[in-house]
């Protein structure tokens, strides 16, 4: 069944208006009408099973028939710290960190990343947020993650200081593997992958004395853009929601 989010603002009296252009997209290319049945989610984890009530050019409204909790959220809050990868690679790492249960995606600027802010970053933000609103939608999700404005590296781990757990993922690692920090179950977690030069061996340091301990996930250096959708698959399986 087709699945379409709103704002809380939009649900109201046993109602829900639904705006933008997916009005077109209801009307036109699913070609739905009064009477007609779909799914609807607030973006905080709830979802709607509603009938079509009236549908004109510019708004549909549909009455809400049940309402129940998202059954495709983890139970666990995955906090993805990305430093920025080459132009074009962000917008994959989104769509896919989403598909795969990330609550919140960090953009972080390190000392080895190419790319440096050009532009309105505020243009970039929106355009990300697309993204993972629409890869929210296809996966069924019921949160569409937030991506939050890039933040420096020290800043960054000042931020997952903050989490319940954390970890980086180092390529210099040898011993600490991901497992060790899994073995218990958890509420909220939060892991940093570099870019494509890696970590300095200073931030490497700089996040061990903070208490952020760095990981290996074995012999194979994976990509900036594979690791985030590697590592979430197996936090969500350590807390038994895969």
């Known amino acids: 069944m087709p699945k379409f989010f709103v704002n809380e ?3 109201k009296d046993g109602l829900i ?24 989610c607030d973006k905080v984890g709830h979802d709607y099973h509603v009938r079509i009530q009236k549908i004109d050019k510019a708004e549909i409204i549909a009455e809400i028939l049940e309402k129940y909790p998202c059954k495709a ?3 666990v809050e995955a906090v993805l710290f990305q430093c920025m990868p080459k132009q074009g690679k962000m917008e994959y790492i989104i769509q896919k ?27 970039k933000i929106k355009r990300w947020q697309k993204i993972a609103l629409e890869a929210a939608k296809q996966s069924g999700r019921g949160v569409v993650p937030k991506v939050l404005e890039p933040v420096g590296f020290k800043e960054a781990i000042d931020h997952m200081l903050e989490l319940e ?18 073995q218990e179950e958890f509420k909220q977690i939060g892991f940093i992958v570099g870019p ?12 061990k004395e903070k208490g952020i301990p760095a990981i290996t996930l074995g012999n194979r250096i994976l990509r900036t853009e594979t ?16």
Do not use: W
């Not at 639904?18 to 007609?36: C, F, N």
């Not at 960190?97 to 600027?109: A, D, N, Y």
């Open 73 to 75: 959220e983890p139970n």
């Open 165 to 182: 757990k954390a970890f980086m993922l180092y390529e210099e690692e040898e011993n600490n593997r991901i497992k060790s920090i899994l």
């Open 9 to 11: 603002g939009q649900i």
């Open 17 to 40: 208006s639904i705006i933008g252009d997916d009005v077109s997209h209801i009307s036109r290319v699913l070609r739905m009408a009064q009477g007609d049945l779909l799914t609807v």
């Open 97 to 123: 960190t989403t598909e795969l249960g990330v609550s919140k995606i960090v953009p972080v600027f390190s000392k080895r990343c190419v790319v440096r802010p050009t532009g309105k970053l505020s243009d």
């Open 227 to 242: 690791a985030g959708a590697a590592v979430l698959p197996i936090i969500m399986y350590s807390q038994n929601d895969i």
């Open 196 to 207: 494509e030069g890696g970590f300095d061996e200073s931030e490497a340091a700089f996040a």
